[in-house]
């Protein structure tokens, strides 16, 4: 894990944020559980910044999807967040 935290601004050269699935499926119903964290922990584990965005699923919960970027780049993170967020919701809405 140690040398995961020293390398991962490597993968940052290429690419500034990186896009992936925050679970395996929709969200759970209820307060109860914010639901299964496998996809999150690497993130985490490297402790990079990550944030998830509701991405808009018709007739049921939202799938999320999570973004992470390189360590000190939290506010092109959230930049990149909302607008994304924004394209999302612009797609579901014409659908």
């Not at 049921?60 to 909302?82: C, I, K």
């Not at 919701?89 to 659908?95: F, R, V």
């Amino acid at each position: 894990m140690d040398e995961c935290k020293e390398t991962i601004g490597e993968v940052y050269e290429s690419v500034q944020v990186i896009l992936t699935p925050a679970a395996t499926g929709q969200a759970p119903l209820g307060l109860e559980s914010t639901g299964d964290p496998r996809l999150n922990a690497p993130w985490t584990a490297v402790g990079v910044p990550a944030i998830s965005i509701p991405m808009p699923v018709s007739g049921g919960l939202p799938l999320w999807l999570q973004l992470t970027a390189d360590h000190g780049e939290d506010a092109n993170l959230l930049r990149t967040a909302v607008r994304l967020e924004g394209i999302l919701n612009t797609y579901a809405a014409k659908t």
